[in-house]
């Protein structure tokens, strides 16, 4: 039987962790994050159905039998740490690891001054970057010194002498205020200084005492700092490994790995996505109130499944941006929405070694006339055809994706079974198992918790 599962995103992040955490949590003991900081949004429906997003707090928050964790991976904003927590029916149960590192307001200046710049990247701008960047350079302020405020706010000074220099660099970045930051910062030292612990330690005991724990990941694989399409990635080690050394725990403490798949993609920010729809245009500063919606004479052209006219791929993809409500969980960004590439689902599965997939969103293709998948890529300058996800972006963008087509069917939605899905949408399924070598144990159908059609139970292992 397994006690422990790590769920890890399998695409660019948003494929709909945080809803798989939190069906499993209902029978786990504990839940962990080990990695990111409150770039992470992960949307979830309490037991009176109301919607909570977290970002920085584990799913598992919105149990009252779930003991959180939030491990030395991790970088956390103890202000956003605060709002997570402030509205939930329960207290939450959470320990913080002593080794993780905390963000301030000059790393969400930094980040943001690094966003005005050409330099851009497309982040968050939660500072999440700028406060990794701090602890590999050893000049981070640790969880730990909550515990001891004194020493606490001589470094925060000493750091914000340092931080005023390098945003001086920048245009327009401001400065930053010592005092005005200890102030602000100093009731929430005393509320959350008593929650800071070894969590490596706590975690190892935990576990050989028999309870079950979830390890949550944030982001996705295509998004890690080492595997994904650099340098448009996120600053953390979003993999299976990233979890592992972001708990202090060793490779034998998780039993089953599980990669959250969107069975379409989507991408927020800048970076390369081969399977985005031809002119697309813009769209990475839209949002729910700006972004266009579909005339009817266009979604006509997706329900026929017109795969003959020139736009399909375009209206298709945008149709799916609509029925998936895909905008950002952190920043309201519309999400850019490309077709389900088998190329890069299996880079995600070798970089963690994934055991399952819980494919989601099966619901947001439901009427789309014409399915896409891509197989392989074509390489447009040499002919040659490639299965592997080049590690190199400008490779990848050299790659035009090759697709199989799939008939589409016409609603997922409310299904409980596999066999009770349409005969096409199972098909699809199936073909993505095929291609990937790994099996569903679970669809989700929707974006409610229990919109799920469960093949195999990860926790009867
Ligand atoms: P950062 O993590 O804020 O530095 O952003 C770096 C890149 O990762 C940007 O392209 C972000 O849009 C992306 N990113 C970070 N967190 C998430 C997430 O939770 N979901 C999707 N994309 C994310």
């Known amino acids: 039987m397994a006690k422990t599962i790590a769920i890890v995103g399998a695409g660019w992040g948003d494929e709909g962790k945080g809803a798989v955490v939190s069906d499993l949590a209902r029978e786990a003991q504990g839940v962990g994050r080990f990695q990111g900081g409150n770039n992470a949004g992960h949307?979830?429906?309490?037991?009176?159905?109301?919607?909570?997003?977290?970002?920085?707090?584990?799913?598992?928050?919105?149990?009252?039998?779930?003991?959180?964790i939030i491990g030395n991976g991790c970088v956390?904003?103890?202000?956003?740490?605060?709002?997570?927590?402030?509205?939930?029916?329960?207290?939450?149960?959470l320990l913080i690891s002593d080794g993780a590192h905390l963000i301030f307001d000059y790393h969400k200046q930094l980040d943001q001054a690094r966003e005005n710049s050409s330099a851009k990247i497309g982040t968050t701008k939660r500072g999440t970057g700028p406060a990794y960047a701090d602890k590999i350079n050893r000049l981070g302020i640790r969880a730990s010194l909550l515990?001891?405020?004194?020493?606490?706010?001589?470094?925060i000074r000493e750091?914000?002498?340092?931080k005023n220099e390098e945003l001086e660099l920048w245009d327009s970045a401001g400065t930053i205020n010592a005092d005005i930051l200890i102030t602000k910062i100093r009731p929430l030292v005393e509320k959350y200084r008593g929650l800071v612990a070894d969590a490596s330690l706590f975690l190892d005991k935990f576990i050989k005492a028999g309870n079950r724990f979830i390890f949550e990941g944030a982001q996705g694989a295509l998004l890690d700092i080492d595997h994904g399409t650099y340098p448009h990635v996120t600053s953390s080690?979003?993999?299976?490994?990233?979890?592992?050394a972001g708990a202090?725990?060793?490779?034998?403490?998780?039993?089953?790995?599980?990669?959250?798949?969107?069975?379409?993609?989507s991408r927020v920010g800048e970076g390369s996505f081969p399977t985005e729809g031809e002119s697309y245009g813009n769209i990475k500063n839209l949002t729910r109130d700006t972004?266009?919606?579909?005339?009817?004479?266009?979604?006509?052209?997706?329900?026929?499944?017109?795969?003959a006219h020139p736009d399909y791929n375009c209206l298709a993809l945008r149709l799916i941006q609509e029925q998936g409500d895909e905008f950002g969980a952190t920043t309201g960004r519309m999400r850019r929405t490309g077709w389900l590439d088998i190329v890069a689902l299996k880079k995600a599965i070798r970089v963690n070694g994934l055991d399952w997939l819980v494919g989601t969103r099966i619901d947001t293709l439901d009427r789309i006339g014409t399915v896409k998948v891509c197989t392989h890529y074509q390489n447009k300058e040499t002919g040659e055809f490639s299965y592997d996800f080049p590690g190199e972006e400008l490779e990848l963008e050299q790659m035009v994706p090759q697709y199989f087509e799939f008939p589409g069917w016409m609603s997922t939605t409310g299904v409980r079974a596999f066999d009770r899905l349409p005969r096409n949408a199972q098909d699809y399924l199936s073909a993505i198992e095929g291609l990937t070598g790994v099996k569903f144990?679970?669809?989700?159908?929707?974006?409610?918790?229990?919109?799920y059609i469960q093949r195999t139970n990860l926790w009867r292992l």
């Open 43 to 68: 949307t979830l429906y309490d037991s009176q159905g109301r919607k909570v997003v977290v970002n920085i707090a584990p799913s598992g928050v919105i149990y009252p039998h779930v003991q959180n």
């Open 76 to 93: 956390i904003d103890l202000e956003v740490l605060d709002h997570n927590l402030k509205d939930l029916i329960n207290d939450p149960k």
């Open 147 to 155: 515990r001891r405020p004194k020493d606490l706010e001589e470094q």
């Open 159 to 162: 750091a914000a002498n340092l």
């Open 237 to 244: 080690s979003t993999t299976v490994a990233g979890l592992l």
């Open 248 to 265: 202090g725990l060793g490779l034998k403490s998780i039993d089953v790995a599980v990669g959250v798949a969107k069975l379409y993609c």
């Open 291 to 307: 972004a266009p919606k579909l005339t009817l004479d266009e979604k006509i052209v997706v329900y026929g499944g017109i795969r």
């Open 441 to 451: 144990a679970g669809i989700r159908n929707g974006p409610r918790q229990g919109d």
